[in-house]
């Protein structure tokens, strides 16, 4: 059984900096491409940030470039998202995705073909 499993979540301060882990289970994905989204209540999936197989090409989106990092560890089969300079409007679910098909758009949730069940991150004032 495939399983992404996100952990690292919790209460962060403003201003602050934090690490999400993403492990995966069942198969190796160290020929996939693996990304972070984040969902608030009431809000759709928001893509945050891909890697490609092997590290060299990652992606971010607007709202959270220069301010995270995607990186991963194919021997671990485990990707990370550093988050620096947090913000309030950072308080989401964050989940981990794996496995876009080739020509597929990252940015859309319904692209990816595996998903953790996510990991809570508020961000304090």
């Known amino acids: 059984q495939v399983q992404l499993t996100e952990s690292g979540g919790g209460l962060v301060q403003a201003g602050g900096s934090h690490t999400l882990s993403c492990a995966a289970s069942?198969?190796?994905?160290?020929?996939?491409?693996m990304g972070w989204f984040r969902q608030s209540p009431g809000k759709e999936r928001e893509f945050l940030a891909s890697?490609?197989?092997?590290?060299?090409?990652?992606y971010y989106a607007d709202s959270v470039k220069g301010r995270f990092t995607i990186s991963r560890d194919n021997a671990k089969n485990t990707v990370y998202l550093l988050m620096n300079n947090l913000a309030p409007e950072d308080t989401a679910v964050y989940l981990c995705?794996?496995?876009?098909?080739?020509?597929?758009?990252?940015?859309?949730?319904?692209?990816?073909?595996?998903w953790g069940q996510g990991t809570q991150v508020t961000v304090t004032v």
């Open positions: 995705t794996g496995v876009l098909p080739i020509g597929r758009n990252s940015k859309v949730a319904e692209s990816w073909n595996y």
């Open positions: 069942g198969r190796a994905f160290s020929d996939d491409a």
């Open positions: 890697i490609g197989w092997n590290g060299a090409t990652t």
